[in-house]
């Protein structure tokens, strides 16, 4: 690739989801845009890029940003953060919502495997205690990922990382090459097209936010951003969870961590306090 | 240091298995069909085996079977790994005692999340 078009899709990544668009993953941006131009009906990236230089049209640019946000993403990722979701941090929220649903948020969910590994694990929480209730949302930048993640179709390479072979066949039925996740499951999930950077205004309180390996991709500016924004949506006992290898350190004492649970966040009220003062 | 019996009538496939499961600090011992895996766990119990579905001589099911009727059969912890990669042999597997289930083709880190799935 042409430098000018590799800082191309730079800006336009940086401008658009706040992302950290390494210029030296030439091989990653190229396997990123390869199938977007093919898609778009260009001869190459070149001429894809090109056409953005002209035209600057938004569902071009948008097939770029949207192709450069795709995660990794695995059921039950890294286990733990849903042990101590399931262990403590329900159980405490539950108590202090007297019964009222705990409101779980997984923010850039991409192909859906976090928030539906909660919503299996809701259901084996329920199947314990009938009182248990979780209320799911998810969201994503991309509008495709989102279109994947509420089909609930997954490769049979997807479905084995992460995903117990019991929790496969109890919840997932095989239909040519393809797993497609039972309507139950799919239906505790409420979706939402969503730009992390573009404000929380609009999105409402929630107990927990999972977001897990999203700041760490983003411009340290839009990293605090984020975090402070997040700060709105939860409630002062709210619990954002970040990724195993990422802190909140961004947004300064905004968030402080919870002894004990590992990638667990706590709002700072005193932070909050000193911002408003 | 854990072992792991690898139960396979392909060498190619053992000999991949084993390199995974060797840099996931496993000992790996080899057989090439559900007699032979018999005749290692009657001698020594691995903590894990792998096992593959159709192989000639004694088929993994039938194997799966045999050792969880052993004494100490029970303790081992098995994964098939096979290209039956149906419900119906799904199921079947669970029943005879499988504790996971490996569709093939696998990779590196299909096997380490099934075998942390485990415990091991």
Redesign the interface.
């Known amino acids: 690739m042409r430098p000018d078009d590799i800082s191309l899709v730079i800006s336009l990544c940086r401008a658009r989801a706040g992302l950290k668009v390494s210029a030296e993953k030439t091989y990653l941006i190229e396997s990123r845009l390869a199938p977007v131009a093919r898609r778009e009906n260009f001869a190459s990236i070149p001429d894809l890029l090109a056409a953005i230089r002209a035209k600057r049209e938004e569902p071009l640019i948008w097939g770029v940003v949207e192709a450069m946000t795709q995660g990794e993403s ?1 059921f039950f990722r890294d ?1 733990a953060p849903f042990e101590t979701f399931r262990n403590e941090v329900y159980p405490a929220l539950s108590r202090a919502r007297g019964g009222e649903p705990v409101k779980v948020w997984s923010a850039a969910c991409a192909g859906g495997q976090e928030v539906y590994s909660l919503a299996m694990l809701a259901e084996m929480m329920r199947a314990e205690d009938p009182s248990v209730r979780i209320e799911l949302a998810a969201s994503d930048i991309s509008a495709r990922a989102l279109e994947k993640a509420q089909s609930g179709v997954y490769s ?2 997807e479905v ?3 995903l ?3 929790l ?2 109890k919840h997932f ?2 239909t040519d090459d393809m797993w497609r996740l039972s309507p139950d499951i799919r239906r505790m999930v409420r979706w939402r097209r969503l730009n992390l950077i573009a404000g929380l205004g609009a999105v409402g309180r929630w107990d927990v936010v999972f977001c897990r390996n999203v700041l760490s991709g983003l411009e340290a500016p839009y990293q605090k951003k984020v975090l402070e924004d997040l700060t709105l949506v939860l409630p002062e006992d709210g619990v954002l969870v970040l990724g195993a290898k990422e802190t909140a350190e961004a947004a300064g004492d905004a968030f402080t961590p919870i002894p004990g649970q590992p990638g667990f966040y706590r709002r700072n009220p005193a932070a909050r306090a000193a911002a408003a003062a | 240091m854990k072992t792991c019996l690898v139960v396979d009538d392909s060498r190619v496939i053992r000999k991949v298995a084993r390199r995974i499961l060797e840099d996931l600090g496993f000992e790996i011992a080899e057989a090439a069909d559900g007699m032979e895996a018999l005749a290692w766990c009657r001698a020594a119990m691995p903590d894990a085996i792998l096992l593959d579905w159709n192989m000639p001589v004694m088929g993994g099911l039938e194997f799966l079977r045999k050792l969880r009727a052993e004494p100490g059969g029970d303790a081992p912890v098995v994964i098939f790994c096979t290209v039956e990669n149906d419900v119906a042999h799904i199921e079947e597997a669970l029943d005879a005692g499988a504790d996971e289930y490996i569709m093939k083709p696998f990779d590196g880190d299909i096997i380490e999340a099934k075998f942390a799935e485990v415990g091991l």
Do not use: H, S, V
């Open positions: 695995a286990r049979q390479f084995q990382r992460g117990p072979i019991r496969l066949i039925e095989k």
